[in-house]
Nanobody, 116 residues
Framework: QVQLVESGGGLVQPGGSLRLSCAASGSIFSIRTMYWYRQAPGKQRELVASITNDGSTPNYADSVKGRSTISRDNAKNTSYLQMNSLKPEDTAVYYC?????????WGQGTQVTVSS
């Protein structure tokens, strides 16, 4: 079994930055694509960013492109989502998802609140 633990969320002022982390543990043989999603109250969950196993194909939602960077540290089985120039509309619960050997695992979510 694989567990994903997220951290790094919190309250930040508009224009500020956060770095979210998602670390996997358990029976890990390989991690393929890593994904970050977010879900705001009353809205559907949306894909924010993803990164392939070699890091060569990062993808971003238009809403965060240019402000966010997804990365991975394979030695630590960890993905990071660096978010800069945060806006109130970035407020959401952020979830990571890893493709581990062809199976999908979700993190528990971490709250990001952007407010003055």
């Amino acid at each position: 079994q694989v567990q994903l633990v997220e951290s790094g969320g919190g309250l930040v002022q508009p224009g500020g930055s956060l770095r979210l982390s998602c670390a996997a543990s358990g029976s890990i043989f390989s991690i393929r694509t890593m994904y970050w999603y977010r879900q705001a109250p009353g809205k559907q969950r949306e894909l924010v960013a993803s990164i392939t196993n070699d890091g060569s194909t990062p993808n971003y939602a238009d809403s965060v492109k240019g402000r966010s960077t997804i990365s991975r540290d394979n030695a630590k089985n960890t993905s990071y989502l660096q978010m800069n120039s945060l806006k109130p509309e970035d407020t959401a619960v952020y979830y990571c998802k890893f493709n581990v050997g062809g199976y999908m695992y979700w993190g528990q979510g971490t709250q990001v609140t952007v407010s003055s």
